[in-house]
């Protein structure tokens, strides 16, 4: 743990030369996340030092962002559909996406990521994987949030996620697009911050490649498209809750992301909103026929319109 606590997040790059009043600004930003190793501070948290920390906001602030920001999406509207929320939890992406076939038909097989984003679920492609899914310890319900995307500008850099990371909020599923990186934009410092501190996200999903699997907290659902043990520079700040390109689709802040083993889906509040009532009714009917086939003995084909419906479309052929 101390050498992985040693790595410092932020460097300068040898290839640099800058002046006495950037350079000050930029150490700020380095000692703002550069652990001081000595015994008092290891058993004594907070890790960083006071003054480094106030340095650090500063120049952050100067660098036109602050942890302070507002976000668009004020908490007077998450209240209002807490129970759209709290019932999601209960259900799987399978479930919703049954319930969005039923209704408006089947979606195209390839995602179309610029089509309609009010009216239908948006599934992400099997691109973005569980990093859950080796632990002893698996995640015990269905991740559902609010998105708090992150537009990468640079790629390799984590600068961005770092700063998506400060900002966010209790509740949200963090929703990363790394433009294509082949470094890690998060690991194991980020992910326990993610599932403890004051954050207590409900996920983090990347489009783009994670390290640090082993220390991955069971109660944070995490999702990227592969895992690679070297980071990425600290050098582009990006952009905080614009409209992005997830798991090649359009991921929108404020937008609802609901994810498990079985993949990922966006949706408006007005998509799920339109479809929930048929999923609940789905999955009772799903559970009265897997209590069927278990405590009767019954089988599928035989509790089902099964044979009327293969007969029907054997005569179609």
């Not at 209960?90 to 990521?113: I, Y």
């Not at 992005?244 to 909103?273: F, M, R, T, Y």
Request: with cysteine.
């Amino acid at each position: 743990m101390q050498n992985k606590a040693n790595r410092l997040l932020f460097h300068m790059s040898s290839s640099h030369t800058l002046s006495a009043s950037r350079t000050h600004r930029s150490l700020s930003i380095l000692r703002l996340l550069t652990p001081v190793m000595n015994r008092s501070s290891l058993t004594s948290p907070p890790y960083w030092r006071k003054q480094h920390l106030e340095l650090g906001q500063y120049a952050c602030t100067k660098r036109g962002f602050s942890s302070m920001s507002l976000d668009k999406h004020g908490s007077n509207i998450r209240e209002e559909h807490g129970d759209l929320l709290d019932r999601l939890k209960r259900l799987d992406t399978a479930l919703l996406c049954d319930a969005d076939k039923s209704l408006f038909g089947p979606l195209p097989a390839t995602n179309n990521a610029e089509g309609s984003e009010s009216s239908r679920l948006r599934l992400m492609n099997q691109d973005i994987k569980s990093l859950n899914k080796n632990q002893t310890e698996k995640v015990s319900s269905t991740m559902v949030g609010w998105a708090r995307t992150v537009q990468c500008t640079t790629p390799n850099d984590f600068l961005a996620v770092l700063r998506g990371l400060t900002e966010s909020q209790q509740g949200e599923v963090l929703v990363v697009n790394t433009m294509g990186s082949t470094r890690a934009v998060a690991g194991g410092l980020f992910t326990t911050e993610a599932s403890h501190h004051n954050r207590q996200l409900a996920g983090i999903i990347i489009d783009g490649p994670m390290r640090d699997i082993a220390s991955l907290s069971h109660s944070l659902p995490c999702y990227a498209s592969f895992v690679t043990p070297y980071s990425g520079t600290t050098q582009s700040p990006g952009q905080m809750q614009t409209r992005i390109k997830c798991g090649g689709v359009i991921v929108n802040p404020g937008d609802i992301i609901v994810g498990d083993e079985d993949g990922i889906v966006a949706a408006s509040v007005e998509a799920l909103q339109s479809i929930i009532d048929q999923a609940e009714a789905i999955q009772r009917v799903e559970q009265d026929l897997m209590n069927g086939m278990v405590q009767g003995g019954g089988s599928l084909a035989s509790m089902s319109n099964f044979h009327e419906h293969l007969e029907k479309r054997i005569s179609r052929e």
